[in-house]
C-alpha cells in the first residue's frame, strides 16, 4: 500500500492534534473547577469577615457601655467615700477601735444571753 502518513500503531499527526486537544479540555476543565472552589472560599471568607466586623462593633458598643457604667460607679464610690470621711470627722483609727469595741460589746452581750439561759 501506498504511504498515508500514519504509523502502523495508529499514532499518526492526526491523532496527536486531538490528544493534544483533549489534554488542553481536561486541563481546562481543571482549571473551572479550581476557579469554582476558589470563588467559594472567597464568598465564605468574605461572609466571615462581616460576621467578624459586626460582632467586633457590638463587642465595642457593649465595651464603651461598660466603661461608661464604671466610670459612674467610679464617681458615686468616690464620693460615697468622701462621706464617709467627713462624717463626724474621724480619722480611720478611730473608726477601727469604734468597730472593736462594737464586735466586743455584741460578743459580751451574746455570752451574757447564753449564760442567762
Not at 22 to 39: G, R
Not at 69 to 77: D, E, R, S
Amino acid at each position: 500500500g501506498a504511504y498515508n502518513g500514519n504509523t502502523p500503531n495508529g499514532a499518526g499527526p492526526s491523532n496527536h492534534y486531538h490528544s493534544e486537544l483533549d489534554h488542553k479540555a481536561a486541563a481546562e476543565k481543571e482549571n473551572d473547577a479550581i476557579l469554582k472552589a476558589l470563588m467559594a472560599d472567597i464568598k465564605t471568607i468574605k461572609t466571615t469577615h462581616k460576621n467578624i466586623g459586626e460582632e467586633i462593633g457590638s463587642q465595642n458598643k457593649l465595651l464603651e457601655l461598660l466603661g461608661e457604667t464604671f466610670g459612674k460607679a467610679q464617681g458615686a464610690l468616690g464620693s460615697a467615700m468622701k462621706k464617709v470621711g467627713e462624717v463626724g470627722g474621724m480619722s480611720s483609727h478611730t473608726h477601727m477601735w469604734l468597730l472593736i469595741i462594737f464586735a466586743f460589746v455584741v460578743f459580751l452581750f451574746i455570752w451574757f444571753l447564753l449564760k442567762v439561759k
